[in-house]
C-alpha cells in the first residue's frame, strides 16, 4: 500500500480501494517507523547514486590512464620515404626483420627513376637471392613483386612505411623509409603472411655486388662461407667452425682480450665463446645481402665479421 500526499488516503495497489488515514490506529512509534522507512529509502537512493557516480569516475580515470599510456608509448605513423632524398637516391637501403613470427628476413632495394624500384631478399635457409621489382605510390605504398624461374609472378610484398620515433632518434636516421610493415601473398595459393621489416643500413654500390666496397669479388664466395659457419655453430660442428677462421682471432672474454692462434685455442675455449646467447644471435642473421664496408663482411648486427675471402675475422659477443 502507498499513502498518498495531502489527502492522507492509504491506497490499496491490488483494489485501488481507498480508506481514509484517520480509520486506521496507529501504534505510538508508528510516526517514527514511517520516517525510518522513508529515512531507509532516501539511503537507498543516495547509494544507487553514489555507485553511479563512482562509476563515472573509475570510467574517467580509466579513460585518463589510456590517454597516459598513449601518449608514453612510441607512435607509429606513416611516413614519407622520399627515393629523390640525398641521403638515399643513388643507393641501396637494407632492411632486416621477420616474415611471420619465425623466419628471419632480409631485404635490399634500390630506387630508380619515376618511383621504380628494384630489390632482392633472402631468408636464413635461402642458397639464393629472390628478385623483386616494383613501385612506391605515394611516397609511403610500396608495391613489389618476385617472380619464379621462369619470369612469372609468384608472390608480392604490400607494405606501408612508417616513422617510428624511437628508432629515428636511437639510430639519428631520417624519419623517412624506416620500417616497413605489411602483407606477403603467395599468387598462387592466396596464403598472406605478415612481415615487418627495420631499415639497417644505407650504402652505396650496386644492388648486385654489394661487397665489393670490402674488396671481394664475388659475393657468393662470402655467402657460401656465411652460411657454412652459421650452420656449424647451429649443429655444434666445432671443426667446421674452426676451420672457418682467419688466425690469430682476438676475442674479448670477461673484460679480457684473448688470442686465439690456432684451431686447437679456439676448441679449447669454444663453451666460453660460443654461449647458447651468442649462438642465438648468430642463428637469427641472414647470411647474404649482409652489410659491408672496407674493414669486411657483416653477420647480422655485427655478430660476425667476415674477409674479402670469406674467413672469420672477428667474433662480437656483446
Known amino acids: ?17 481507498r480508506i481514509p488515514l484517520l480509520m486506521i490506529p496507529f501504534a505510538p512509534d508508528a510516526n517514527r517507523a514511517r520516517d525510518a522507512l522513508l529515512l531507509r529509502q532516501d539511503a537507498r537512493r543516495l547509494g544507487f547514486d553514489t ?5 563515472r569516475l573509475i570510467a574517467a580515470g580509466l579513460s585518463a590512464l589510456a590517454l597516459l599510456f598513449a601518449s608514453l608509448t612510441p607512435s607509429m605513423a606513416r611516413a614519407d620515404c ?10 641501396v637501403m637494407t632492411y632486416s626483420g621477420q616474415l611471420g613470427e619465425r623466419n628471419p628476413l632480409r631485404l635490399v632495394m634500390r630506387p630508380t627513376s619515376g618511383g621504380k624500384l628494384e ?3 633472402a631468408n636464413a635457409s635461402s642458397q639464393s637471392d629472390t628478385y623483386l ?4 605510390e605515394a611516397k609511403s605504398r610500396l608495391h613489389l613483386t618476385e617472380f619464379d624461374a621462369g619470369g612469372m609472378p609468384r608472390a608480392t610484398f604490400e607494405g606501408e612505411f612508417a616513422s617510428n620515433d624511437d628508432i629515428n632518434r636511437q639510430r639519428g636516421a631520417s624519419a623517412t623509409c624506416e620500417v616497413i610493415s605489411g602483407q606477403w601473398k603467395d599468387l598462387r595459393s592466396g596464403r598472406s603472411v605478415p612481415f615487418e621489416l627495420a ?28 652460411t657454412q659457419f652459421r650452420k656449424g655453430v647451429l649443429d655444434d660442428r666445432r671443426d667446421v667452425v674452426a676451420q672457418s677462421i682467419r688466425y690469430p682471432l682476438h676475442v674479448s672474454l670477461r673484460g679480457k682480450t684473448l688470442i686465439l692462434r690456432n684451431p686447437k685455442s679456439l676448441l679449447a675455449r669454444y663453451n666460453e665463446i660460443f654461449t647458447d646467447g651468442y649462438v642465438r644471435t648468430i642463428g637469427a642473421a641472414v647470411p647474404r645481402l649482409m652489410f659491408a664496408r672496407d674493414q669486411g663482411v657483416m653477420l647480422g648486427d655485427g655478430a660476425v665479421w667476415f674477409d674479402a675471402n670469406g674467413r672469420v675475422i672477428g667474433l662480437n659477443r656483446s
Open 1 to 17: 500500500m502507498n499513502v498518498t500526499g495531502a489527502a492522507r488516503w492509504l491506497v490499496c495497489p491490488l483494489s485501488n480501494y
Open 51 to 55: 555507485r553511479r557516480q563512482t562509476r
Open 133 to 136: 621489382t616494383g613501385k612506391l
Open 199 to 226: 631499415l639497417s643500413s644505407i650504402q652505396s654500390g650496386k644492388i648486385d655486388h654489394l661487397y665489393g666496397v670490402a674488396g671481394v669479388s664475388d659475393d657468393e664466395t662470402v655467402n657460401r662461407a656465411a
Open 82 to 91: 622520399d627515393p629523390s632524398d640525398r641521403d638515399i637516391a643513388n643507393h
Open 119 to 121: 630489390g632482392r631478399y
